[in-house]
């Protein structure tokens, strides 16, 4: 197989990779005599076209790459779970890959990625950064790529993820049904998809509840534990939410603590929803209300989506946005 | 490279793949005719002996196998990410197969890793069959194994493991200094290394005290958690223990409801002990006290000596125990 990428085109002819690539597909972006040099050198250098790299790929490897943010939250878990068990049923392998929340360490595990090592890659997003260019490059040398959960709509492919706006909203009425009218976020980040659905969805509910968006009441991610529980009591203290809205399984964990700490009564003095894929919720005290996605179906169907494609001819994944649907589970928590 | 392997060679000649192994070793075990014949074999047929093999394997795929019985089970997680961080650093991938707890899985995904397709295995076994055969031809075609967790001591290689013997032990004494005197074990399964050390411990505490073993008082899990929860019922009604040694996290979760169904008080009328690696076990009602496993550095030691053997010409694996202390964290549920 040629080594040759559409970045060493780049590099030699000192264009940026998505000029080269535009370029090799005849884009109206790119001006007649652009083209005409890009496709000399690719001549020159004998760069081997996408389908035909990817034919060739398909043939060596039988693996699947899986990169997801971290492997602890139950969430990714039970999503691995899924993806290796369709990978399995299809006889593809599963290399997998954590990027702890970095995107530079995403970036650099997929350029490793050439010579055939896998057919196929599977990501669920770091979400630290919004410049996804490195994803565009390894579709354009041949390799699919399927995207799950934290996902950017603006890269061309298929993307199953849960119905995190709707959640979001779900979320948020079913506090405001409960009696809440004060209700702080615990987001992740403002640049992960999944958390922008959701808080856009909080928004809603509030906007449909006449409640004033509050930005005093967001409290956002951080790696470590203590951090979060200091940021949500000081929240607790400062504002007096009576109720919580945690998008993830850890917030709503810190919420339980720093409520214990500041001897706030969960379920009465304020109410904690959280999105979570743990199983033993409801042995806390109080039982948690949780939100629960589809983890293991979002995995399975991303990874027989990608064989599905590797395994047809000629075949390009669709560019759509599948919802799995996920459900809410009441709780004492919220009672 | 050559792609016959021991196999192929036991089955030209109709002898076991172990007989060849040691013949190609020249072992005292194999008489003079037979080490004719299969080295004779050997050259006709171009076999590639192992340091060769394991040679060339190197320098193709830095790519570490890792096989667990499971992935949702935070200690397994726990231990893939402590796998992936050392395989990280070393420029290392990482290829990750579930067994799904069985054994015939286990043996069909090491099968297929011949044609340097990784360069190491490390593996939890899946505990469900005691002939682990198929290891030790994979060992015998250069191709390094690591175990950890649920190891076969037979096996001749590095074993990374914590010290379960002195945590059924500690776990069993823990109940006895609360006072409980008619201590149920919920364990894994008689051929899981882990357990059976475990119950061992379990056994030895009971004799210490001078109280009687009662094979009744024995649980053993199953895949489904309704049988899980109904056996501990049953055993709750009908033996009426005072404590409870659950021998893995989703065993105590089984017993808190369990007992929630049954209305019997956890921490007062009933004390349960789990070997978790679960972190929020402190919100549980009452917060749940566990033997916690260090699980990320079994994983990471495993992958760093796995990987210092891969880069070290003519190393092979030390065949030796290492043992990682467990820590005992008291809480309500044996109060």
Known sequence: MSSITIKDLAQKLNLSPSTISKALKDS??????????VKEMAKQLKYVPNSYAAGLRKKTSQTIAVIVPNITDAFFAKAIYGIHSAANQNNYNVLIYISSEDYKN??????????????????????????????????????????????????DTTKIISDDYTNGIKATEHLLQRGCRNIA?????????????????????????????????????????ATNISRIKSVLQNKKPDGLVASIHDLAIAAYYACNELNIKIGQEVKIIGF??????????PPLTTITQPAFNIGEQAATILIQSLEKKNYTLKNEVITLPSVLYKRASTQ
């Open 276 to 285: 979570s894929n743990f199983d033993a919720v409801d042995l806390f005290n």
């Open 106 to 155: 995403e970036k650099l595990f997929i350029e490793s990625l050439g010579n055939g090592k896998v057919d196929g890659i599977i990501i669920s997003l770091s979400g630290n950064n919004n410049n996804h260019e490195y994803i565009r490059f390894t579709q354009d040398e041949g390799l699919p790529v399927v995207l799950f959960d934290c996902v950017d709509f603006d890269i």
């Open 185 to 225: 976020y615990l987001g992740i980040s403002e640049q992960v998809s999944t958390d922008i659905s959701r808080r856009e969805g909080y928004k809603f509910a509030l906007e449909k509840a006449h409640i004033a968006f509050d930005p005093e009441l967001m409290i956002t991610y951080s790696h470590n534990t």
């Open 28 to 37: 109206y972006e790119i001006n007649a005599e652009t083209k005409l040099r």
